[in-house]
């Protein structure tokens, strides 16, 4: 065998492994996205539908839980929706014991987004009546299904989980 006939054969080999090893890259690649795409779209219909508020508890920086001793109603849609609702479950007995209107609680809606490599699901926040701060601003949770309930955590600037609000699916 001379020279360049075996620099041929090597040139050929060397092409087809490159070929073989694309060919494989890209199956993987698409296979990939597929997964992710299905992810998400397993992602939203978990999310679909509508919640009620089991718990909404407090974690303070110097330690323990506080019970928010909230209700709520929460919603997401096949659209891309939701709205979300809560308030002190005593609101209405404190508002009839005093003379001033009291309130308290959370009340906004808007579209969704997620990013599931990190289990965040953003609220984009088009209204917000009680907290009218947070319209056009992004509210960020931390979810995670488990046991049949939504948890939905929020974390400081630390990553430290500050609250965490317990949906049940009605």
Not at 8 to 33: D, G, Y
Not at 91 to 98: F, G, H, V
Not at 139 to 146: Q, S
Request: hydrophobic fraction near 35%; charged fraction near 20%.
């Amino acid at each position: 065998m001379n020279t360049s006939t075996c620099t041929h054969q090597i040139l050929r080999v060397t092409i087809t492994s490159f070929l073989i090893s694309m060919a494989l890259f890209m199956t993987l690649s698409t296979h990939s996205s597929a997964n992710a795409v299905e992810s998400l779209d397993s992602i939203k219909q978990k999310f679909i539908g509508d919640y009620e508020l089991v718990s909404y508890m407090q974690y303070p920086e110097a330690g323990g839980e506080i019970d928010m001793n909230y209700s709520g109603r929460l919603s997401y849609d096949t659209r891309g929706n939701m709205a979300g609702i809560g308030m002190p479950r005593d609101l209405p007995e404190r508002n009839a014991q005093s003379s001033e209107r009291l309130s308290g609680g959370f009340a906004y809606w808007g579209k969704v987004s997620y990013d599931l490599e990190n289990s965040i699901v953003i609220h984009h926040v088009e209204g917000s009546p009680m907290v009218p701060q947070w319209v056009g601003g992004e509210n960020i949770r931390y979810f995670e299904f488990t046991d049949g309930f939504l948890k939905l955590s929020l974390k400081n600037d630390q990553g430290r989980i500050t609250g965490t609000l317990t949906w049940r699916k009605l």
